[in-house]
């Protein structure tokens, strides 16, 4: 069982930037693929923006131009750099990990990103 750990969520006011980290506990972790997603209660789990394992990214069109997503694969990390963060952007945010060798996914245990009006 890979263990995917979140941190970095918190309250923020609106304007402000807050860095999501995602750690990794597994042993190949620069040949993964690997996003970012977030959810508020009562809706579907959507997706924020993707990292291939040859560093290509994907933005959600809510998010362009604000967020960035990078990973540092000796670390074992991915992280998410907001900015410009909206009261819409309060969700609680899941790192997500793929590996399209085996069709394999995890996900960490979210942690809560509030940002005030």
């Known amino acids: 069982q890979v263990q995917l750990v979140e941190s970095g969520g918190g309250l923020v006011q609106a304007g402000g930037s807050l860095r999501l980290s995602c750690l990794a506990g597994?042993?190949?972790?620069?040949?993964?693929?690997l996003g970012w997603y977030r959810q508020v209660p009562g809706k579907q789990r959507e997706l924020v923006a993707t990292i291939s394992s040859t560093e290509n990214s994907f933005y959600a069109d809510f998010v362009k131009g604000r967020f960035t997503i990078t990973r540092d694969n000796p670390k074992k990390t991915m992280y998410l750099h907001m900015s410009g963060l909206k009261a819409e952007d309060t969700a609680v945010y899941y790192c997500?990990?793929?590996?399209?060798?085996?069709?394999?996914?995890?996900w960490g245990q979210g942690t809560q990103v509030t940002v005030s009006p």
């Open positions: 997500n990990l793929h590996s399209k060798y085996t069709g394999s996914t995890y």
């Open positions: 597994i042993a190949s972790f620069a040949n993964k693929e």
